[in-house]
């Protein structure tokens, strides 16, 4: 996945219960993205949107090049970490500025759960691909190894608190429940409005009496000359 998709599903879970990314992915109004959007989406969904895949592709291409620089393993260690660095940067302005170029009325200022896991899920990874500034920080092998596991442990573990709250709507759409329906007080379009007898002006009745009077009275007339 990317981070396209993780800031369009920060979007959707602005209005309710987001879809599951296939639905994103899937041309408009084609029948897989229709049926893929009747489906919520899963906690496995969230951790692999998480990924921000657009910036490990030019990251890990980077750090290759260093890598091929290296006599030492500690070579360049202070440009590793600040290319690190820099890049974690990245990944959580990249996040904040896609969301924002799609959030609704009801978005938030900064979608915290979306940064925060887009930034672990790099965040490991940087640390433990090889030629990363972690290596080169640890002379051990037995060391690192150990680390590794370790950090991959823990941001599983993480990623999956923060993914939870990624399969549900936010706290703006909880805020706000119902915005995005139909007004419940509004008559279906093809419902007739009720029609209501104007009131009698005033006057009506003593005409209708006289009216009715007269009738009367030549009721009569006719029934004397007979």
Do not use: C
Not at 34 to 40: D, F, G, R, T, Y
Not at 130 to 147: K, V
Not at 198 to 218: F, I, K
């Amino acid at each position: 996945m990317s981070i396209r998709t993780l800031t369009t599903i920060a979007a959707q879970r602005d209005e309710g219960k987001p879809r599951r990314p296939a639905a994103i992915t899937a041309a408009e109004g084609s029948a897989s993205a229709q049926e893929q959007a009747k489906l919520p989406s899963t906690l496995t969904d969230s951790l692999i949107s998480a990924i921000p895949t657009e910036i490990l592709g030019p990251y890990t291409a980077m750090i290759g090049i260093i890598v091929g620089l290296l006599v030492s393993r500690d070579d360049y260690l202070p440009l590793r970490w600040a290319v690190y660095g820099a890049t974690a940067a990245l990944v959580m302005a990249a996040v904040i500025v896609l969301y924002g170029q799609k959030k609704g009325e009801r978005g938030r200022a900064v979608p915290f759960a979306e940064v925060t896991a887009a930034t672990v899920a790099f965040g490991v990874w940087g640390l433990v691909m090889p030629g990363s500034p972690l290596e080169g920080a640890i002379n051990s092998g037995t060391t690192r190894a150990i680390t590794d596991a370790v950090l991959a442990f823990g941001a599983t573990v993480l990623l999956t608190l923060i993914g939870a709250p990624l399969t549900k709507a936010s706290k703006s759409a909880n805020d706000n429940p119902g915005s995005d329906t139909t007004d419940q007080n509004m008559a279906p379009v093809d419902e007739k409005p009720a029609v209501v007898n104007p009131s009698p002006e005033p006057g009506d009745d003593d005409r209708h009496e006289q009216a009715a009077a007269g009738t009367v009275l030549s009721s009569i007339g006719a029934e004397q000359s007979d």
